[in-house]
């Protein structure tokens, strides 16, 4: 567990917190958005990558590992971008920021508070990082190819799913609870859901490269 226990450590956490606890209650106070966001209890939606980045911040803080303070603010901003879009998103697709629940003002809440303590932790006391790398031997480059050629097949797969799959199986359906349901882009809303991804995805990439 981590020694430090400074403001922005705590912050840091208490955030997280919140936030981790805000992706189980209901983010929309009308039915039909991407992701089941009337319901409580489960992190369907935008809720779900919005909890991986409130686990992942939590985890680095606890466990101070290297390269912490960077990692945090990772983290942070980008789950603040998901939960504060997200919120928008609603309120447009239904006509007015008096259909946003209140799951995702505490959300919103809980990230803004994990920017304030990520900023607030000097990266003087971050323990160094063991950068990793592949060995320098003949295999090295065609096994680099290949890390890009599939990071580059993934990345093309998402896309051309995200927009093949038709509006009513995503915005009201079982479909919602699986991950090919949270990746339309076929309208507004269900396009904010993948935006969401794609920000976790970014966040999350930030944070394993910032701790090594």
Same mark, same amino acid.
């Given at each position: 567990?981590t020694?430090?226990?400074?403001?922005?450590?705590?912050?840091?956490?208490?955030?997280?917190?919140?936030l981790?606890?805000?992706?189980?209650?209901?983010?929309s106070?009308?039915?039909?958005?991407?992701?089941?966001?009337?319901n409580?209890?489960?992190?369907?939606?935008? =809720? @779900?990558? #919005?909890?991986?980045?409130?686990? !992942?911040?939590?985890? %680095?803080?606890?466990?101070?590992?290297? $390269?912490?303070?960077? !990692?945090? =603010?990772?983290? !942070?901003?980008?789950?603040? &971008?998901?939960? #504060?879009?997200?919120?928008?998103?609603?309120?447009?697709? +239904?006509?007015?920021?008096?259909?946003?629940? @209140? $799951? !995702?003002?505490? #959300? &919103?809440?809980?990230?803004?508070?994990?920017?304030?303590?990520?900023?607030?932790?000097?990266?003087?006391?971050? =323990?160094?990082? /063991?950068?990793?790398?592949? *060995?320098?031997?003949?295999?090295?480059? *065609?096994?680099?190819? %290949?890390? /890009?050629?599939?990071?580059?097949?993934?990345?093309?797969?998402? +896309?051309?799913?995200?927009?093949?799959?038709?509006?009513?199986?995503?915005?009201?359906s =079982?479909?919602?609870?699986?991950?090919?349901?949270?990746?339309?882009?076929?309208?507004? /809303?269900?396009?904010s859901?993948?935006?969401?991804?794609?920000?976790?995805?970014?966040?999350?990439?930030? &944070? #394993?490269?910032?701790?090594?």
């Open positions: 567990m020694r430090d226990r400074s403001v922005g450590t705590f912050a840091g956490l208490l955030g997280a917190l919140t981790v606890v805000a992706c189980f209650l209901s983010w106070q009308s039915a039909g958005f991407p992701g089941q966001m009337l409580s209890g489960y992190p369907g939606g935008a =809720r @779900t990558y #919005a909890l991986l980045l409130g686990v !992942a911040a939590f985890v %680095v803080l606890a466990l101070d590992t290297p $390269g912490r303070a960077k !990692a945090v =603010r990772a983290a !942070a901003v980008w789950s603040l &971008v998901i939960t #504060a879009s997200t919120a928008v998103f609603i309120g447009y697709a +239904f006509g007015g920021l008096v259909n946003v629940a @209140t $799951g !995702a003002w505490v #959300a &919103v809440v809980g990230s803004v508070l994990m920017v304030l303590g990520a900023y607030l932790l000097p990266e003087s006391k971050d =323990r160094a990082r /063991t950068v990793f790398s592949l *060995p320098d031997a003949r295999w090295r480059g *065609p096994v680099e190819i %290949v890390i /890009t050629l599939a990071a580059a097949g993934l990345a093309l797969y998402v +896309f051309v799913v995200g927009l093949g799959i038709p509006d009513s199986t995503v915005a009201s =079982r479909v919602d609870h699986v991950f090919r349901g949270a990746i339309s882009m076929n309208d507004m /809303t269900n396009g859901e993948f935006m969401s991804f794609v920000f976790a995805l970014v966040g999350l990439f930030l &944070v #394993a490269a910032r701790t090594g």
